[in-house]
T-cell receptor
């Protein structure tokens, strides 16, 4: 069983829709991440939150809007997405960000997103 | 910038045999951490093994071991007694130990097939 839970597992949406992806962990981790993964490619980092504050935004388009309401929860709000945004979106968490260089990231199962 | 190279897009191994996946990296840093992640068709990225650059001893985790050659900047993964459940995409990843705000750098991955 994964310790990082992502919902929904699959999402199909139109380009004008607004939807949200949700990620939850109860391991006491203080760093959480969003990755985008295209087929047969490695994950690409999108955002890093450390202690509920945005630490890294890898020049992600504004149609993706992250939110970290508390230390256990990470959301990704989607609006006006493009077909090329179809991908697997992975959430991960780790014990820390600044000090935990060697702390592994624990990944969720991902949300398979399809944009029509 | 650091780069991670996995030169084998695909590998196959007979069940119960041993296989080695290669990974090389480029960095000017002396303090860093290396990881191997496994991603089966179920999509979840699972940490297989990690190595601290300051440690000379190669990491081992049950049937998984690494051959860490710091001077050659090589970090290969050996899987012994291969099992059908080992079939997956394997990603090698690097993380800097010099700064708190550096993400994982992934290689492009190696798809491992296990033949019964």
């Amino acid at each position: 069983d994964t310790e990082v839970t992502q919902t929904p597992k699959h999402l199909v949406m139109g380009m004008t829709n607004k939807k949200s992806l949700k990620c939850e962990q109860h391991m006491g981790h203080r760093a959480m991440y969003w990755y985008k993964q295209k087929a047969k490619k490695p994950p690409e980092l999108m955002f890093v939150y450390s202690y509920e504050k945005l630490s890294i935004n890898e020049s992600v388009p504004s149609r993706f809007s992250p939110e970290c309401p508390n230390s256990s929860l990470l959301n990704l709000h989607l609006h006006a997405l493009q077909p090329e945004d179809s991908a697997l979106y992975l959430c991960a968490s780790s014990q820390d960000w600044g000090q935990g260089y060697n702390q592994p990231q624990h990944f969720g199962d991902g949300t398979r997103l399809s944009i029509l | 910038a650091q780069t991670v190279t996995q030169s084998q897009p695909e590998m196959s191994v007979q069940e119960a045999e041993t296989v080695t996946l290669s990974c090389t990296y480029d960095t000017s840093e002396s303090d860093y951490y290396l990881f191997w992640y496994k991603q089966p068709p179920s999509r979840q990225m699972i940490l297989v093994i990690r190595q601290e650059a300051y440690k000379q001893q190669n990491a081992t985790e049950n049937r998984f071991s690494v051959n860490f050659q710091k001077a050659a900047k090589s970090f290969s993964l050996k899987i012994s007694d291969s099992q059908l459940g080992d079939a997956a995409m394997y990603f090698c990843a690097y993380r800097s130990g010099n700064s708190g705000n550096t993400p994982l750098v992934f290689g492009k991955g190696t798809r491992l097939s296990v033949i019964a």
